[in-house]
């Protein structure tokens, strides 16, 4: 049974990047069917998403953030990670990494989720 | 881009009784591109169901999801004490994007 398990810092000053990792445990990284994805929550709101990435390097960001977000894998440790620059207080959030099913029989869902990590942006 | 409308924004209940959730999309969308998801305090969100109508691994058979078009409805047949908790429906489009609902809270009341 495939888990996730997020991974970094906590805190972020601003203007800082945050840096973090997500290790995928108990199944292959490599499927034509499955990409990973991070998707945050600020306190007390609803989900928002990051980005994707395929196995092979191939990523997806939300428009967004795109200017300040890049995803990247590493198949050999079977983690992927997250950068996001100049961070202010509005990044503060719960981050989660996520499974997602794309495309198989025309399905699409995030089927396993990490646990979260808290990151706040303060000084 | 789409935007994914919830309703209620809180619905209060009581356990043993019907709940539905509505989810209404900004234009109309594929059935297999659109989830649910059930997230209770502290914890990660858990895929409920997918592609409008299958219910993930797990999930009970009271949860139930319907819909085509732009209008989509996750029905919980009778509420147990751990249905209470937020539920966020979500769409695959195809930049890539993956936009959520914001959420309809199911309290106890």
């Known amino acids: 049974q495939v888990q996730l398990q997020e991974s970094g810092p906590g805190l972020v000053k601003p203007s800082e990047t945050l840096s973090l990792t997500c290790t995928v445990s108990g199944g292959s990284i490599f499927s034509s069917s499955y990409y990973w994805g991070w998707i945050r929550q600020p306190p007390g709101k609803g989900l928002e998403w990051i980005g994707t990435i395929h196995y092979s390097g191939s990523a997806s960001y939300n428009p967004s953030l795109k200017s300040r977000v890049t995803i990247s894998v590493d198949t050999s440790k079977k983690q992927f990670s997250l950068k996001l620059t100049s961070v202010t207080a509005a990044d503060t959030a719960v981050y989660y990494c996520?499974?997602?099913?794309?495309?198989?029989?025309?399905?699409?869902?995030?089927?396993?989720w990490g646990q979260g990590t808290t990151v706040a942006v303060s000084s | 881009e789409i935007v994914l409308t919830q309703s209620p924004g809180t619905l209060s209940l009581s356990p043993g009784e019907r709940a539905t959730l509505s989810c209404r999309a900004s234009?109309?969308?594929?059935?297999?591109?659109l989830a649910w998801y059930q997230q209770k305090p502290g914890q990660a969100p858990r895929l409920l169901i997918y592609?409008?109508?299958n219910r993930a691994t797990g999930i009970p058979d009271r949860f139930s999801g319907s819909g085509s078009g732009t209008d989509f409805t996750l029905t919980i047949s009778r509420l147990v004490p751990e249905d209470f908790a937020v539920y966020y429906c979500q769409h695959y489009g195809s930049s890539p994007s993956w936009t959520f609902g914001q959420g309809t809270k199911v309290e106890i009341k």
């Open positions: 996520a499974r997602l099913i794309v495309g198989a029989w025309d399905y699409y869902a995030m089927d396993v």
């Open positions: 234009q109309s969308v594929t059935s297999t591109h």
């Open positions: 592609g409008a109508s």
